[in-house]
């Protein structure tokens, strides 16, 4: 039953349900009202957050695209970085099947990367430390390893092969005039032995292009030196005021260059042939620190002829007055380089007689062979399109040719150490006795005014004339032999040695055997840019194990 009580409360709560309902709107505005600039203070302050937080993401992102960059960057331009020798060396052999393409576009890259700064080099400063120094020409070479000529034949990239860690780069061969070299293809790879066979019959662009080359280099340098860009400038570098070798520019190494006879001229021509070694001379020569002539290639017929004993060395002496005729304070060294397949003891002699006579300073020993030497491994049998390319014609480089030429270098250094030839003792003996003879037929004759020349070994004797002899004994006159000093020493021969080089215990091995650097080219080619680098480490460890 609903009493009147509990209509009364009722009621009570739906009056006060209405009257909270109508308030509810004004007390939420005013509610709003008042928390407002709360809410703006929370808004700002999370985006202010929300801000920060996106600047230090960005921060971050690109701290580490920069560090990832720069460290790209350290480690693609460090040789001893491996991606050159089991991804860009591979790379170049799948885009250029031809060995000579592939060779002009390493070339092509490496300018470009150097002219940005991009381009792979010897970091750290590991031939500080002066283990590998040695003295070479007056100067003192950071380490024993240098590159061949083949690797740089135009002078187009020898300041980035000598940043690559060698202490020699030979740049050539270079001829007089342009020659296009034997119709390719003229390169080919025998991959198996990491070997190549070319026959480039000295593709050259000339000495005279060359020439320009090296001297816009040298100008170059003397601009980045503070030193101009003139011609003044350029002489200031040549005559050694920049502080460096003229040729190389760089403390610590030099740089050969190579010159060789065109095709054209007949290497029956003597005074030709002279003409033309000469006259390139006269064009590279004082760009170069060293000059090599080349009279060793298989690819240019009739060259080897060269090697004999008389043309060698009257073509010797035509380059050696030809570097005497450089305009510049210092002349460049002379380097004759050798074939592998002239070996016998009379064709070395007949080599080191011509090196004594004409004066040069030192020899090159090795080139490619005409022979085909058997494959490494022992027993190894050639895939069958290597065999084929064993037919081809031309000049073949490679691992083989290590004991070759060690065995050449030993040869060398003995024949080269022991000077020139000497007048034997047999000739003398024989000298003596015609001496004698002809003193016993004087005293026979009864003649009084006979004079007779007495020959005491090679020592001096006094002039004199005996008047208190009798009539019928001969008249002495005995010639003098005027007293000089000694000759000064002359100074060692230097031996530079090239073929199937691959290693540093290698490289030792020819040191060991007398040479003062040991060059590479068919190594460089496979094992691209680190191959310097790891040389020479190599050599350091090995010198490690036999403290």
Not at 103 to 113: D, I, P, S, V, W
Not at 122 to 144: M, Q, S
Not at 223 to 229: E, F, I, W
Not at 269 to 291: C, F, P, Q, W
Request: charged share 20%.
């Amino acid at each position: 039953m609903v009493t009147a009580a509990h209509m009364r409360a009722l009621c009570v709560r739906r009056s006060l349900w209405r009257v909270g309902r109508s308030q509810r709107p004004g007390q939420l505005a005013a509610r709003h009202v008042a928390t407002a600039p709360e809410t703006g203070v929370a808004t700002h302050h999370a985006a202010t957050i929300r801000s920060a937080a996106t600047r230090t993401s960005n921060f971050v992102l690109g701290t580490a695209v920069t560090l990832g960059l720069a460290l790209s960057y350290l480690y693609v331009t460090d040789t001893r970085a491996s991606i050159h020798g089991w991804l860009v060396v591979p790379a170049l052999r799948h885009l250029y099947p031809d060995g000579e393409e592939a060779h002009h576009a390493g070339t092509r890259m490496l300018k470009a990367l150097h002219g940005f700064g991009l381009h792979p080099r010897e970091r750290g400063d590991g031939d500080a430390a002066g283990d590998l120094a040695v003295h070479v020409f007056g100067h003192t070479l950071a380490n024993p390893i240098g590159t061949s000529a083949g690797i740089d034949k135009g002078g187009e990239v020898p300041t980035p092969l000598l940043e690559l860690g060698a202490a020699v780069v030979e740049v050539g061969a270079v001829t007089l005039l342009p020659q296009q070299g034997n119709p390719r293809p003229r390169v080919f790879r025998i991959p198996s032995q990491n070997a190549l066979i070319n026959r480039y019959g000295f593709n050259s662009e000339g000495a005279e292009l060359v020439a320009t080359r090296l001297r816009q280099r040298v100008r170059e340098f003397a601009y980045r030196a503070g030193l101009g860009v003139d011609q003044a400038a350029e002489r200031k570098v040549l005559d050694g005021e920049a502080g460096v070798p003229p040729g190389s520019l760089k403390p610590g190494s030099l740089m050969a260059v190579q010159v060789a006879k065109n095709k054209a001229t007949s290497e029956n021509d003597i005074d030709a042939v002279v003409r033309d070694y000469a006259t390139a001379v006269a064009h590279v020569g004082k760009y170069a620190d060293i000059l090599v002539v080349n009279v060793s290639s298989p690819n240019t017929p009739g060259l080897r002829t060269l090697q004999n004993a008389e043309p060698l060395t009257r073509l010797l002496s035509g380059v050696v007055q030809a570097v005497n005729n450089i305009d510049r304070k210092t002349k460049p060294a002379i380097m004759v380089k050798v074939s592998p397949d002239e070996d016998s003891e009379e064709q070395v002699a007949g080599i080191c007689e011509a090196v004594w006579d004409s004066g040069v300073d030192g020899v090159i020993v090795g080139n490619t062979t005409k022979k085909r030497p058997d494959p490494l491994p022992k027993g190894y049998l050639l895939p069958a399109a290597e065999s084929k390319l064993l037919l081809e014609q031309g000049g073949y480089s490679g691992p083989q040719m290590f004991a070759r030429t060690l065995a050449l270098v030993t040869k060398y250094r003995k024949a080269l150490d022991e000077g020139p030839k000497t007048i034997s003792d047999e000739q003398t003996k024989d000298e003596s006795s015609s001496t004698l003879d002809k003193s016993k037929s004087s005293k026979s004759s009864g003649s009084s005014n006979m004079a007779t020349t007495v020959h005491v070994g090679s020592s001096p004797t006094l002039s004199s004339n005996v008047d208190d002899l009798s009539e019928s004994a001969p008249t002495l006159t005995l010639k003098s032999t005027p007293v000089t000093a000694p000759a000064p020493e002359a100074p060692r021969k230097v031996i530079f040695a090239t073929g199937g080089i691959t290693n540093g215990r290698q490289a030792r091995e020819i040191l060991d055997a007398g040479a003062s650097v040991a060059q590479v080219y068919t190594a460089l080619i496979y094992g691209g840019v680190g191959t310097i680098s790891r040389i020479k480490q190599e050599m350091r460890d090995d010198a490690k194990k036999h403290l």
